[in-house]
């Protein structure tokens, strides 16, 4: 099985590792932190981070979600490294305290004429400074919700919710659960119709062809609520308010899909119905949210394992005392990671989402006006037979999707 903890450098950072180790072998001596993005970019990583010690700098990448240990440097490897960063952010190379970013475009080689966009914090920790570089990449979207992992059901629920008149739809989960994914998935479907779709964002950070974007900018005067109402003059039919967080954009979002159009964004919440809970907090009555709530998708991201090396195995014994421990029946054999050279020795290769969709019925709409809770919530949906995003995980692990640990990971409510 393949151990996260063993440094992955050589197979990730083959090249790197070879000039660390020899840098006067190396053809033309090619900059250390060009390698390092080149090698970092080609294996897919999110962010890089270099960690400072008194003895040994540790270099890790982020790929799909997870920090993997990439090569260990000596510390004047490390400190070389921090100061070609540094230059190319153009940073103040001396040692600063606090933390300071900068953003700089890499180009591949002559032929990479859009570049990657990167941006570079330094901050002073005990142990000297620590540099984290982040590939400021658009968030992936795909055809189509069937590609994000949402089943045919979850899929048939966002087809009517599109065909319908008014209001919203949620997409609930942490940070890093794919949510923006989800809605630019949704939105690029959109771009097909023939609908009129506009979006005020916070800020707006992808320009999307076909779509009215609005920025933000309180100082301008244009918050939620006069950029909602300047939006609704534009005669939308979807619109988007990205993320909803506070009472302004909660109640933003209650007075457009309240006047007929169809509402988009994301909430804070471990499931779909902790939305509810989410909008009382944020001011939101009983009535409004069940005159509006029209669709809820709650996600967490997992690793996809890799198809060219998983393997069936007997369920390793970590993973079935777990599904013991939340009354699950262990399966006799479970997929597990392997690792090969198409997965960099990892086991796993990019990510699917777990989902769970949420389509409030009547009587959930007359639980809601009772101001039942959460748990009396979710009884309702278990009681329907609806798949929650554990059982969602579970389906995913049993068909080799993904692994038990990663649907462990992922932190669902659990039944019962
Ligand atoms: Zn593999």
Redesign the pocket.
């Known amino acids: 099985m393949a151990s996260e903890r063993q440094p992955a450098g050589r197979r990730l950072l083959p090249r790197l590792a070879a000039l660390v180790a020899d840098p006067a072998g190396a053809d033309n001596e090619p900059l250390m932190a060009h390698v390092l993005l080149e090698e970092a970019s080609r294996a897919r990583a999110s962010d890089i981070h270099i960690d400072p010690s008194p003895e040994q700098w540790r270099l890790r990448l982020r790929i799909d979600g997870r920090v993997i240990d990439g090569l260990e440097l000596d510390v004047g490897t490390g400190l070389q490294l921090v100061n070609q960063f540094k230059v190319l952010a153009q940073l103040d190379p001396m040692p600063s305290h606090g933390a300071h970013d900068s953003s700089f475009s890499w180009f591949l080689d002559d032929e990479d004429e859009e570049g990657i966009s990167l941006r570079v914090t330094a901050v002073h920790c005990v142990a000297g400074e620590k540099l984290a570089i982040r590939f400021l990449a658009p968030p992936m979207t795909f055809e189509d919700p069937l590609s994000l992992g949402i089943g045919e059901e979850g899929a048939r629920g966002i087809r009517r919710w599109m065909d319908a008149t008014g209001g919203m739809l949620l997409v609930a989960g942490p940070t890093g659960a794919g949510k923006t994914t989800t809605l630019y998935t949704l939105l690029n479907q959109l771009r097909l119709t023939d609908s009129h779709v506009v979006t005020l964002e916070d800020p707006v950070e992808y320009a999307i062809p076909g779509i009215n974007q609005i920025q933000v900018d309180t100082a301008n005067g244009l918050d939620f609520a006069s950029g909602t109402r300047s939006m609704l003059r534009l005669d939308p039919d979807y619109m988007l308010i990205g993320e909803i967080r506070d009472a302004g954009s909660a109640s933003a979002a209650v007075s457009v899909a309240s006047s007929g159009r169809s509402l988009m964004g994301t909430l804070h919440s471990r499931d779909a119905v902790g939305v509810v809970s989410m909008l009382r907090q944020l001011g939101l009555e009983d009535a409004d949210i069940s005159a509006t709530l029209g669709l809820v998708i709650a996600q967490r991201l997992v690793r996809r394992l890799?198809?060219?090396?998983?393997e069936r195995q007997p369920t390793p014994a970590q993973d079935a005392q777990w599904l013991e421990a939340v009354g699950v029946e262990v399966p006799e054999y479970a997929w597990v990671?392997?690792?090969?050279?198409?997965?960099d020795?990892?086991?796993y290769?990019e990510r699917i989402g777990v989902f769970e969709i949420w389509q409030p019925t009547p009587e959930d709409h007359a639980l809601l006006l009772r101001h039942a809770d959460d748990a009396a919530l979710r009884r309702n949906l278990l009681e329907r037979g609806e798949t929650l995003m554990f059982a969602d995980g579970l389906a995913k692990a049993e068909a080799g999707i993904t692994s038990l640990r990663e649907v462990f990971r992922m932190g669902a409510i659990l039944p019962g």
């Open positions: 890799c198809e060219h090396c998983r990671p392997v690792g090969c050279e198409h997965c020795d990892l086991g290769r």
